[in-house]
């Protein structure tokens, strides 16, 4: 496991509503229609020796750096949370570094903030000649399996001629909505996929050569939470000011951080920020070393941008009059969304956009 992966693209053979599901039941049959339909895209990657697949990112733009980056940080990490929201009983624990990582010759897989996640993780990366999809069958093999096992389970799909085709207009048979779609087809993956006998395996599931091959060969450690937040976090430049740096309405604040604005006056520095993780940022000193700052109003680990910008709306909507908010109130609106459910939903970022630094 993790010796080599394969990672590319696939725009999903299915039209797509482009609403959330639970907005979609509210609409009138006018607003039903008046609803953008698209085919959404997909970036995989998959473990060569498990077939397991370690990364599943849904986006309803172009494969992009971004996107091409938040599946690469999502190898490195344990899904299983997604896998709950997904409705999924099985984990989805596979994760970790690659030795190799193997692509097209896609300009965001080229891109050098790609290029340079991949030599901070320490993983080899190899592009076949174009047009030899046959040098990276693996990943090809998947998007294949999801095609005919799966796409079947909704209507909206689309045909490779016009022959398969017919009379069938795929976008007014479109049924399923974006984050459903992505629910749906994690769900696939981890319950269905994950435990079903591999004939590349000699009749193995990939999640029993996950855990055979791991128990034997031992796995790559993925990096620490502090790395990936360097390596992937949001590249952002804030000033340094008497409350510390503001990021999303959160203050982050340090004795060394306040030091540094002496040192080098009340200009912007650069910063980096987790979308999963808000408790702490990165500060970047002149001297290149990175300092980590706890945000001030004590927000615990685990809380994603997702998550805080709810809770912040909701806060606002409720203390419009109020200027303050409690560490108590918003930790209850916090909460709120987690008993709901919704937390976890958001977490899992079905149907989210990719975000960018701006």
């Known amino acids: 496991p993790l010796e080599r992966g394969e990672m590319d693209d696939w725009e999903v053979h299915l039209q797509t509503l482009l609403a959330y599901a639970r ?19 997909m970036t995989a990657c998959v473990d060569v020796a498990t077939r397991s697949i370690l990364a599943l990112r849904f986006s309803n733009q172009r494969p992009s750096t971004a996107t091409a980056l938040e599946a690469l940080e999502m190898t490195l990490v344990d899904k299983t949370h997604i896998a709950m929201a997904a409705g999924a009983e099985s984990p989805w624990d596979q994760r970790g570094p690659f030795e190799t990582l193997v692509t097209d010759a896609g300009s965001n897989f080229k ?12 993983t080899e990366f190899l592009i076949p000649p174009a047009g030899e999809a046959n040098l990276r069958p693996f990943v090809e093999s998947v998007f294949k399996s999801l095609d005919q096992r799966f796409l079947g389970w909704f209507t909206g799909r689309t045909f490779s001629d016009f022959l398969a085709k017919g009379e069938y207009d795929a976008q007014d048979e ?11 087809l994690v769900r696939a993956v981890v319950d269905i996929y994950h435990n079903t006998p591999h004939s590349g395996l000699g009749g193995e599931t990939p999640r029993n050569a996950w855990l055979r091959g ?7 450690p993925s990096p620490h939470p502090r790395t990936r937040r360097l390596i992937f976090g949001l590249r952002l430049f804030r000033p340094i000011g008497d409350q510390g740096i503001r ?16 040192r080098t006056g009340a200009h912007d520095v650069e910063i980096r920020v987790d ?8 500060v970047k000193r002149p001297d290149g070393k990175w300092l980590q700052v706890s945000n001030r109003f004590g927000l615990p680990g685990g809380v994603s941008v997702w998550e805080w910008a709810e809770a912040a709306k909701r ?11 409690t560490y108590s109130v918003a930790m209850r609106a916090i909460n709120e969304l987690r008993e709901s ?11 989210a956009a990719t975000l960018s630094d701006k």
Do not use: M
């Open 23 to 41: 907005v979609w039941d509210t609409l009138s049959p006018e607003e039903k229609e008046a609803v953008a339909r698209t085919r959404l895209w």
């Open 111 to 122: 891109s050098w903030e790609f290029r340079n996640a991949l030599s901070d993780l320490g």
């Open 174 to 184: 479109a049924t399923v909505c974006a984050d459903a779609l992505n629910a749906h």
């Open 214 to 220: 791991s128990a034997k060969h031992g796995l790559l």
């Open 247 to 262: 990021v999303l309405g959160l203050s982050y604040e340090s004795e060394e951080l306040q030091l540094l604005r002496k």
């Open 275 to 282: 979308r999963l993780d808000l408790s702490e940022i990165s």
């Open 315 to 325: 806060l606002s909507d409720a203390h419009a009059r109020n200027t303050a908010v």
């Open 341 to 351: 459910g919704d937390a976890l939903a958001a977490r899992a970022e079905f149907g």
